[in-house]
């Protein structure tokens, strides 16, 4: 630790460590936001979106595959 009561790591402050940390999160907070509206933008018939963190989404487009099947008039599921 410096006289000063900020912590040297790798030849930096743990203040200058904390600017870098802070820039790169919010670099990362606007590209998961972006990502975020893409995904929601293609979203169709009743599919939920369900974010789960920064960097991770949960889908449920079973509406669109339900609705795709339908468009398109043929059967996911066979009878033996």
Same mark, same amino acid.
């Given at each position: 630790?410096? %006289?000063?009561? /900020?912590?040297? %790591? ?11 940390? #802070?820039? #790169?999160? #919010?670099? /990362? ?5 972006? %990502? ?7 979203? &169709? ?26 468009? &398109?008039? &043929?059967?996911?599921? &066979?009878? /033996?």
């Amino acid at each position: 630790m410096s %006289i000063h009561g /900020r912590a040297h %790591i790798g030849g930096k402050s743990a203040t200058q460590g904390c600017v870098c940390v #802070c820039v #790169c999160m #919010c670099v /990362r907070v606007q590209a998961s936001a972006a %990502i975020m509206r893409v995904l929601k933008s293609q979203l &169709t018939h009743g599919a939920l979106m369900e974010k789960g963190g920064l960097d991770e989404v949960f889908l449920d487009v079973t509406p669109m595959v339900v609705s795709c099947d339908t468009h &398109t008039h &043929t059967h996911t599921h &066979t009878h /033996r």
